[in-house]
């Protein structure tokens, strides 16, 4: 049975990216040896790191000044890596959900944090917009999109001061505008890589400017200055988003790929807003993520949720259970994901509404 995979991550990448680095794995660039088994500064790697900067740089528009990096630990190390580099004073952060919340615990041990809005009181639900991000801040944190609650920002923010952004499950989804951030930081295992790789867009004249003490591993500098390459990268996943970037070029770039999201997320939204059955979790509907979409069972059919669970599951859908902290459903739709997986969720909602 065709499986549709809906994880909302690590999640579904394109075939074509799983098939090149599975033939990688068996022989890299005719080599006869593994990517798994080469040093990381074998000649034959460096160019698959430079095409992969050169891509990043290329298809997110990235202006002079910016270092693209790729290293471990995952976006939630780049919680605290981005206080120890950009905090002095006073930092701003938007309270969209768990990540955000996670990234701002760990800034409050680098100096004061001000959250200038939360969605908390209502479970995240939707974004909140009225908020004075305070001009003297070093920096103001976003999560762009809310991977477990389905909310999304659609567009970049204006901000008094630079932004900083967590782009983990929604980077290459859309054109950005860079030059608004110092720093873009995010897991690729949500849209781009299998997990293992963190990337991270850094602009290089805002660095150096906390008083403290930096750790080595932890500076950001040292990466800048190293290539990715101060210690052991993720080789393999670094391969691996190479392939993603390249399929993402072949396939029109950001604007192809977020006209695709929308495609899919509007079909999706119309048969949940349709079905007398389900109704989505964001109330704010402009705030609905084209990433992950959620949605529980109506009241009256509370009692059927394992019952289309079962149902959607027998009928090839994978990952749809919503997050442990929101219950119901969260259909991903990454770049990867094909329309007809869309489609035949929203088969299987139509059937089971029959059913009932
Ligand atoms: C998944 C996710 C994270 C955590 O990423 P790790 O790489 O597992 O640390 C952080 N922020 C967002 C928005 C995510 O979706």
């Given at each position: 049975?065709?499986?549709?995979?809906?994880?909302?991550?690590?999640?579904?990448?394109?075939?074509?990216?799983?098939?090149?680095?599975?033939?990688?794995?068996?022989?890299?660039?005719?080599?006869?040896?593994?990517?798994?088994?080469?040093?990381?500064?074998?000649?034959?790697?460096?160019?698959?790191?430079?095409?992969a900067v050169a891509?990043?740089?290329?298809?997110?528009?990235?202006?002079?000044g910016y270092s693209?990096?790729?290293?471990?630990?995952?976006?939630?190390?780049?919680?605290?890596?981005?206080?120890?580099?950009?905090?002095?004073?006073?930092?701003?952060?938007?309270?969209?959900?768990?990540?955000?919340?996670?990234?701002?615990?760990?800034?409050?041990?680098?100096?004061?944090?001000?959250?200038?809005?939360?969605?908390?009181?209502?479970?995240?639900?939707?974004?909140?917009?009225?908020?004075?991000?305070?001009?003297?801040?070093?920096?103001?944190?976003?999560?762009?999109?809310?991977?477990?609650?389905?909310?999304?920002?659609?567009?970049?923010?204006?901000?008094?001061?630079?932004?900083?952004?967590?782009?983990?499950?929604?980077?290459?989804?859309?054109?950005?505008?860079?030059?608004?951030?110092?720093?873009?930081?995010?897991?690729?295992?949500?849209?781009?890589?299998?997990?293992?790789?963190?990337?991270?867009?850094?602009?290089?004249?805002?660095?150096?400017?906390?008083?403290?003490?930096?750790?080595?591993?932890?500076?950001?500098?040292?990466?800048?200055?190293?290539?990715?390459?101060?210690?052991?990268?993720?080789?393999?996943?670094?391969?691996?988003?190479?392939?993603?970037?390249?399929?993402?070029?072949?396939?029109?770039?950001?604007?192809?790929?977020?006209?695709?999201?929308?495609?899919?997320?509007?079909?999706?939204?119309?048969?949940?807003?349709?079905?007398?059955?389900?109704?989505?979790?964001?109330?704010?509907?402009?705030?609905?993520?084209?990433?992950?979409?959620?949605?529980?069972?109506?009241?009256?059919?509370?009692?059927?949720?394992?019952?289309?669970?079962?149902?959607?599951?027998?009928?090839?859908?994978?990952?749809?259970?919503?997050?442990?902290?929101?219950?119901?459903?969260?259909?991903?739709?990454?770049?990867a994901m094909p329309?007809?997986?869309?489609?035949?969720?929203?088969?299987?909602?139509?059937?089971?509404?029959?059913?009932?």
């Amino acid at each position: 049975m065709k499986k549709h995979n809906f994880n909302a991550g690590p999640s579904i990448l394109p075939r074509e990216v799983i098939e090149k680095t599975a033939q990688a794995v068996l022989d890299f660039n005719g080599s006869g040896l593994s990517i798994m088994e080469i040093s990381h500064r074998a000649k034959d790697f460096q160019p698959v790191v430079d095409e992969a900067v050169a891509l990043f740089k290329e298809l997110l528009n990235i202006p002079e000044g910016y270092s693209v990096l790729f290293l471990g630990g995952g976006a939630s190390l780049e919680f605290c890596m981005i206080p120890y580099n950009f905090l002095e004073k006073k930092a701003a952060y938007l309270n969209t959900g768990v990540w955000a919340k996670k990234a701002m615990k760990e800034a409050k041990a680098f100096g004061e944090v001000v959250e200038v809005a939360s969605s908390a009181e209502a479970t995240y639900t939707y974004i909140p917009k009225d908020y004075t991000v305070p001009a003297d801040a070093d920096y103001f944190h976003v999560t762009t999109n809310n991977t477990i609650y389905g909310t999304e920002l659609h567009e970049d923010l204006d901000s008094p001061v630079p932004m900083i952004a967590d782009m983990s499950s929604d980077i290459f989804s859309r054109p950005i505008d860079v030059s608004k951030y110092i720093c873009i930081y995010g897991g690729a295992q949500k849209n781009l890589a299998p997990a293992g790789v963190t990337f991270v867009i850094v602009k290089n004249d805002a660095l150096g400017k906390v008083s403290r003490y930096i750790p080595t591993m932890l500076n950001y500098q040292t990466h800048v200055d190293g290539g990715s390459m101060f210690n052991t990268p993720p080789v393999l996943p670094i391969y691996a988003a190479l392939q993603t970037l390249r399929w993402i070029k072949a396939n029109g770039g950001v604007a192809e790929m977020q006209r695709r999201a929308k495609e899919k997320a509007d079909m999706l939204y119309a048969e949940i807003d349709r079905n007398k059955m389900f109704r989505g979790t964001v109330t704010d509907k402009a705030d609905r993520s084209y990433m992950n979409i959620c949605f529980v069972m109506n009241d009256e059919y509370k009692e059927l949720e394992a019952d289309f669970m079962k149902f959607a599951t027998e009928r090839g859908m994978v990952g749809i259970k919503g997050h442990r902290s929101v219950g119901g459903f969260r259909a991903s739709c990454y770049n990867a994901m094909p329309k007809e997986s869309v489609q035949a969720l929203i088969d299987c909602m139509q059937e089971f509404e029959k059913l009932h």
